[in-house]
């Protein structure tokens, strides 16, 4: 099995060790650039565990609390809505005052056995170094009949292909960019400890057998492309909150990394229109918690 340990082998430093793998440093661009991206996977995936009127909630990794957001709105102002994020600053983001907000991550979640009605976490589980244990632990807090949904990058196969062209060709010229600034071995290196599930669960069979794995049952795959037109700025922003840019920053220091940004921003100029057509592709799974037997009492 691939755990943390593995990946860190191969894994290049930066000065001041592994900051970069912290939101923290992010989160103004991850709130004004990628939050509102995740918040329409949030939307999907929270009309798909379907919280009850009044129920209550766990958003596990919940960033900035995009899709935390969306279950109080399903749960109404009774509702109980807990938002967990090891990063405080992306916890300090969240706007809702009604969201509960923890710092704490998965596994280690702290709270009782059977606790909430609903758990869901949105692109969390490639990013941890062993996703067996997180979806235990979010199916431990889960009340039986109770329903858990994840989303991660990736997609079903199906269907016509989706038109990716201006999205890849401007990563293509930030690539470029980097390269002339970092090894792109390096950087590779990084973006696969930072998110060591990310093939994995490429394949939809992997997602529904993680699931199963964790004791769920009746578990529903599915996918998405969303598309959408950013400006230039803002998908070079979108681009900053990525491991890959947070290690570049880190290891290249100020003065470099503003070169680096004016080149990447002159090679995507001349790569891409203004603005750039956007597309992600999103696979769901939601999964219900068999209710169990009952024990005969005395
Ligand atoms: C790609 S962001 C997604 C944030 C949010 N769910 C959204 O959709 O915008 C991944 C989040 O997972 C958090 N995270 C990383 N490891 C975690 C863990 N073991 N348990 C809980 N959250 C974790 C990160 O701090 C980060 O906020």
Redesign the pocket.
């Known amino acids: 099995m691939r755990t943390a340990a593995t990946y860190r082998l191969g894994v290049p430093t930066a000065p001041d060790h592994d900051a970069w793998r912290?939101?923290d440093s992010v989160v103004d661009a991850?709130a004004r650039v990628?939050?509102d991206r995740?918040?329409a996977?949030?939307r999907d995936l929270v009309a798909q565990v379907a919280p009850p009127f009044t129920g209550t909630v766990l958003?596990?990794?919940?960033?900035?609390?995009?899709?935390a957001d969306v279950a109080l709105t399903a749960t109404g102002s009774e509702g109980v809505v807990v938002a967990?994020?090891?990063?405080t600053a992306?916890l300090r983001a969240e706007r809702q005052p009604s969201v509960l907000r923890a710092a704490?991550?998965?596994?280690g979640l702290p709270f009782a056995d059977a606790t909430f009605d609903r758990v869901v976490?949105?692109?969390?589980i490639a990013?941890?170094?062993e996703y067996e244990p997180?979806l235990a632990d979010m199916a431990r807090v889960l009340l039986p009949n109770g329903r858990l949904g994840v989303?991660v990058w990736g997609s079903l196969g199906e269907g016509p292909p989706v038109d990716d062209t201006q999205d890849r060709a401007a990563h293509q010229a930030w690539n470029t960019a980097a390269a002339e600034f970092a090894s792109i071995d390096d950087l590779d290196a990084v973006a696969a400890a930072g998110t060591p599930w990310d093939d994995f669960f490429d394949d939809p069979a992997n997602l529904r057998l993680a699931l199963e794995g964790a004791g769920l049952r009746h578990v529903e795959v599915g996918g998405r492309a969303y598309r959408y037109r950013l400006s230039l700025d803002d998908w070079l922003t979108g681009q900053d909150?990525t491991y890959r840019s947070r290690f570049l920053r880190q290891r290249l220091g100020d003065d470099r990394w503003t070169e680096f940004r004016e080149r990447a921003r002159a090679l995507l100029a001349a790569a891409v229109p203004d603005p750039v057509d956007c597309v992600d592709e999103a696979l769901f799974a939601v999964a219900t918690k068999p209710a169990g037997r009952r024990r005969d009492r005395p």
């Open positions: 912290s939101y991850y990628r939050a995740n918040a996977l949030a958003d596990v990794g919940a960033g900035t609390g995009v899709a967990i994020d090891p990063s992306m704490s991550a998965a596994p976490a949105n692109l969390v990013h941890v170094p997180v989303t909150t």
